[in-house]
């Protein structure tokens, strides 16, 4: 006996697991994703300027 109680909390807990909406910042993701893909989303223009002294091909 004793295992109802232990039974109901586990299903309980489940319950609560399974249906956790937590708020979602959309725009942060939708900026990571971009990120990822490389993408640039602040609108400016990245320069092709390469100017490294320890870059092996010399661009």
Known sequence: MGRGRQKAKATKQAREIKYFTPNTDLSALERE??????ENTDGAQESDDYDDDYDPYGR
Do not use: F, H, I, V
């Open 33 to 38: 994703l971009a990120e990822a893909r490389g």
